[in-house]
């Protein structure tokens, strides 16, 4: 047993030496300034102790060696107020010291168990009921609260999404899980107020309220004053933050305060389906985390001040000077409270955690395939479409779809840089097909929240560079979503990005981009790239049905170049045109053009038809090569590559991509580990950025260096 801490041993000194008061009727209200009466002060208190007591086991397990987190929630646990104020259906993407908002919805809920599950939690327990032990993270589906990543602010577009996508979805009769009438609740810490995501959120929470659409979304900041060990400069929140949105403050450390204040706000964003800010005081008690030496970088008197601001000993002091507990009852609750938390503790320490990769792994990769191909219909077009055509076709087709939503920069007036999306807002209208303001969190956000409503979101970004500006939306909140709920949250979406070199005209990096190193390894991710209107149309149908039937998160890496070539090898040929049929191309399945057994030339995208042209320059030289589109990144169709590979017994990967974390790293690997006999080489772009005008001809791989790498190749 580690020695009590001053917390504990302040509130136990200071409650003991209260002096008794006056009983008062508990069914009254604790002061005249609040509607709050002593019976519920009670209650809430009661989730007050269950947080408090929630981090000091935590802490004794993690001195034990079974405990694995010690973030807790001390000094915070005003929240309870918070959940008291909500319905425990409204959607909640908790900041992660909301211990007693946690405990105080559980009550709202029968058969909860919120101790254990948080213990659970501590001990990466495999019965842990929403990450299953593979995180602390505070989410539960019977309770609302969608589970988030530890990344600051990173759930915040979500929840701006999810706002969103409750009232699209009533609007357009899509079936959504959130009651009609929810309020969203997202809250996050005061420095997290600075991140630039945040600030993205409360832009386009902002943006999307001026244009006097509804959203129903309450951002919480729970100032404690400090971000780990740098001080947020008094009055930061309130000066910045108070002209925004609609703005509440209360301070959260006095029960009555923090209830009226939020149920305010609540009632407010729930009347009026707008956003609103609420800025809760408070202090934070026991450091950043276990690990913490506080007094490194504040100063005893600082600590003994927050000590005495402490929230569960001003509502204990509360409603011993009100009359409701004597202090001695106020005591006993506090030390039932640590012996059950104690038999909580107790039970997750000798609970079993996950037993192997393949059981870490679970959530990750879910693959019905059979349930996709169900889910596919599709007719085939009697035309003969370029790329571009062929994914506005497909597109066409899945809006027919209720639930499909198609939004980003330009896709709807303009139909796209590209004319991509063309056509599709008249014909689907502006609830269903919109421009976003331009800020690629905040559309990756709208799919992640509206992807929770039953929507099926397919959000654009502009070029592959600009994923990058957030790419964590997709890396750290899309791709997570299911490992950290067990699949009990899933993110349905298909990103549409516009990608790779070779534009003729028009050039530079950020419109040439060919890095995709940031897709290639996030688990579970399936990266689609097709270079043909057909293969196109048939793989967006393929995503579609993989992110309704199994909640995976697709990309979708539209080669630019290709959008609207018409030609293969000569001029007029029409040889790159092609009609989407009704077949279904199944994910991670390549398509073979050719039988040549001299060789396999393996690409995607552009590489595709280079690849091609250079089989038939190499034809009239005696090589007979055949070419085989890789189609899908992720999952690699390793089969198919092995089975061809093995047919001619030489490779060349042809990857337009950067020779450093490109595609034919992986290919050349996946071919390496199966054991290939035979001999296999790599062509790519250089490890560059894409320059202007003919100087990228330099940098990009081209079909003279295919061509020639194939005859040394066959030839020697
Ligand atoms: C994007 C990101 N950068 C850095 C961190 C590391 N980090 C974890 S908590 C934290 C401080 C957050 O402070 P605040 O928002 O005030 O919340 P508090 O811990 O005080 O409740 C930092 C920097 C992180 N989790 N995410």
């Known amino acids: 047993m580690s020695e009590p801490l001053p917390i504990d041993t302040h509130f136990l000194a200071t409650v003991s030496a209260l002096p008794e008061s006056e009983p008062r009727d508990p069914s009254l209200p604790l002061r005249e300034d609040t509607s709050l009466s002593g019976k519920r002060a009670l209650e809430l208190f009661d989730s007050q102790l269950g947080s408090r007591h929630l981090d000091l086991a935590a802490r004794q397990l993690g001195a034990a060696g079974i405990g694995y987190y010690t973030i807790g929630s001390s000094g915070h646990e005003g929240n309870a107020a918070l959940a008291a104020a909500l319905r425990p259906t409204d959607p909640a993407l908790l900041h992660y010291r909301s211990g007693a908002f946690y405990v105080e919805r559980a009550r709202q809920v029968a058969g909860s168990t919120p101790l254990l599950d948080v213990m659970l939690g501590v001990t990466a327990a495999a019965g842990e009921p929403i990450a299953g032990g593979r995180h602390k993270v505070f989410g539960n589906k019977a309770l609302s609260i969608i589970p988030q990543t530890s990344t600051i602010?990173?759930?915040?577009?979500?929840?701006?999404?999810?706002?969103?996508?409750?009232?699209?979805?009533?609007?357009?009769?899509?079936?959504?899980?959130?009651?009609?009438?929810?309020?969203?609740?997202?809250?996050?810490?005061?420095?997290?107020?600075?991140?630039?995501?945040?600030?993205?959120?409360?832009?386009?929470?902002?943006?999307?309220?001026?244009?006097?659409?509804?959203?129903?979304?309450?951002?919480?900041?729970?100032?404690?004053?400090?971000?780990?060990?740098?001080?947020?400069?008094?009055?930061?929140?309130?000066?910045?933050?108070?002209?925004?949105?609609?703005?509440?403050?209360?301070?959260?450390?006095?029960?009555?305060?923090?209830?009226?204040?939020?149920?305010?706000?609540?009632?407010?964003?729930?009347?009026?389906?707008?956003?609103?800010?609420?800025?809760?005081?408070?202090?934070?008690?026991?450091?950043?985390?276990?690990?913490?030496?506080?007094?490194?970088?504040?100063?005893?008197?600082e600590l003994e001040a927050d000590l005495r601001r402490d929230p569960v000993l001003r509502t204990a002091i509360l409603l011993v000077e009100r009359g409701v507990l004597t202090p001695a009852e106020a005591v006993r609750r506090y030390e039932d409270k640590r012996a059950e938390v104690a038999d909580a503790a107790d039970e997750a320490a000798g609970a079993e955690q996950l037993v192997d990769a393949a059981e870490v792994m679970a959530p990750l990769v879910p693959s019905r395939p059979a349930a996709i191909a169900a889910q596919v219909t599709a007719?085939?077009?009697?035309?003969?479409?370029?790329?571009?055509?062929?994914?506005?076709?497909?597109?066409?087709?899945?809006?027919?779809?209720?639930?499909?939503?198609?939004?980003?920069?330009?896709?709807?007036?303009?139909?796209?840089?590209?004319?991509?999306?063309?056509?599709?807002?008249?014909?689907?209208?502006?609830?269903?097909?919109?421009?976003?303001?331009?800020?690629?969190?905040?559309?990756?956000?709208?799919?992640?929240?509206?992807?929770?409503?039953?929507?099926?979101?397919?959000?654009?970004?502009?070029?592959?560079a600009y994923l990058h500006n957030a790419a964590d939306q997709i890396r750290g909140e899309a791709a997570t979503l299911r490992f950290f709920s067990q699949g009990q949250y899933r993110n349905p979406m298909i990103v549409r990005i516009a990608s790779y070199g070779y534009q003729k005209g028009f050039g530079g990096h950020f419109h040439n981009d060919n890095a995709v190193a940031a897709l290639r390894d996030i688990p579970g991710l399936v990266i689609a790239s097709p270079a043909r209107a057909d293969d196109a149309a048939a793989m967006l149908r393929t995503c579609a049905a993989a992110s309704t039937v199994d909640g995976r998160v697709c990309v979708f890496l539209e080669p630019i170049a290709l959008y609207h070539t018409r030609d293969l090898h000569t001029g007029g040929d029409g040889g790159w045109l092609a009609a989407p049929g009704d077949e279904h191309v199944h994910l991670g399945s390549a398509r073979v053009y050719g039988d040549g057994t001299d060789l396999t030339l393996v690409s995607f995208a552009n590489g595709v038809p280079m690849s091609l042209r250079a089989a038939s320059r190499l034809a009239e030289r005696g090589i007979r090569a055949r070419v085989l589109d890789l189609r899908w990144l992720a999952p690699l169709p390793v089969d198919d590559l092995l089975r061809h590979a093995d047919i001619t017994g030489r490779v060349l990967v042809v990857d337009e991509t950067r020779r450093t974390g490109g595609v034919s790293e992986g290919v050349v690997t996946a071919l390496l580990d199966a054991g290939l006999l035979g001999v296999v080489r790599r062509v790519t772009s250089e490890d560059s950025f894409i320059p202007l005008g003919k100087a990228a001809q330099h940098v990009l791989l081209n079909e003279q260096t295919i061509e020639r790498t194939a005859i040394e190749m066959v030839y020697g």
């Open 153 to 301: 602010a990173s759930h915040l577009p979500r929840a701006v999404g999810v706002a969103f996508g409750i009232e699209r979805a009533a609007r357009l009769g899509v079936d959504c899980e959130w009651p009609r009438d929810s309020v969203v609740l997202a809250s996050f810490g005061d420095a997290s107020v600075n991140h630039s995501t945040a600030l993205g959120a409360f832009n386009s929470a902002r943006h999307v309220a001026y244009q006097k659409l509804k959203l129903p979304l309450l951002f919480v900041c729970e100032d404690n004053g400090i971000g780990i060990s740098v001080r947020t400069p008094p009055g930061w929140v309130d000066t910045v933050y108070s002209g925004q949105l609609r703005y509440f403050t209360a301070d959260a450390c006095d029960l009555p305060e923090v209830s009226e204040v939020a149920a305010e706000a609540v009632d407010w964003v729930r009347a009026n389906r707008a956003p609103a800010f609420l800025h809760l005081r408070m202090v934070r008690l026991l450091g950043h985390a276990g690990s913490d030496v506080e007094s490194a970088y504040r100063e005893p008197a």
């Open 379 to 464: 007719t085939a077009s009697p035309d003969q479409l370029t790329l571009a055509q062929g994914i506005n076709r497909a597109l066409g087709e899945l809006l027919e779809r209720d639930d499909v939503l198609v939004f980003g920069e330009d896709v709807a007036r303009k139909g796209g840089v590209y004319g991509v999306t063309r056509g599709l807002l008249k014909k689907f209208g502006p609830a269903r097909v919109f421009d976003t303001l331009l800020d690629e969190q905040s559309i990756l956000g709208m799919a992640l929240g509206t992807g929770l409503c039953g929507f099926l979101p397919i959000p654009e970004i502009q070029y592959l």
